[in-house]
């Protein structure tokens, strides 16, 4: 008999769970086989959006921010209807009449004059 090298026996428990996708069968997959170039236009595109997305999901999902030391929150409306900005008491401040990956844009009616007021999601500071 002759002994072989590097022989991995698998056993029906562990093919199955290959077949099913639970249990990765070769790392190589995971593995482009060459660096990845942090500095490069893509690279900075691609972390550039992964920000905005980032940013945009933390303002939907209500998320206290802060402006000129004011904490406020966005407040998402009924059946997925555009919401709010409340403060951190839960007073209304303004509605919200569009939500985009960067801008918010808000109005609120002051002496019966609409105010409008845009919010830009790159530069706001998240309360952590």
Not at 36 to 64: C, E, I, M, P, W
Not at 108 to 121: A, E, M
């Amino acid at each position: 008999m002759t002994k072989l090298k590097n022989v991995v026996v698998l056993d029906k428990k562990a093919l199955l769970e290959i077949a099913n996708g639970e249990k990765k069968f070769d790392n190589r997959l995971n593995n482009t086989g060459r660096p990845v170039n942090k500095k490069s236009a893509r690279q900075a595109r691609l972390a550039k959006q992964a920000f905005y997305t980032d940013v945009n999901a933390k303002f939907k999902k209500g998320n206290q921010f802060k402006i000129n030391n004011n904490t406020y929150a966005y407040s998402a409306g009924e059946n997925g209807d555009l919401g709010c900005i409340v403060d951190n008491i839960g007073f209304h401040q303004c509605n919200v009449e569009y939500i985009g990956r960067t801008k918010v844009k808000c109005y609120s009616f002051t002496l019966g004059k609409k105010v409008n007021v845009t919010l830009d999601l790159k530069t706001l500071q998240f309360v952590s």
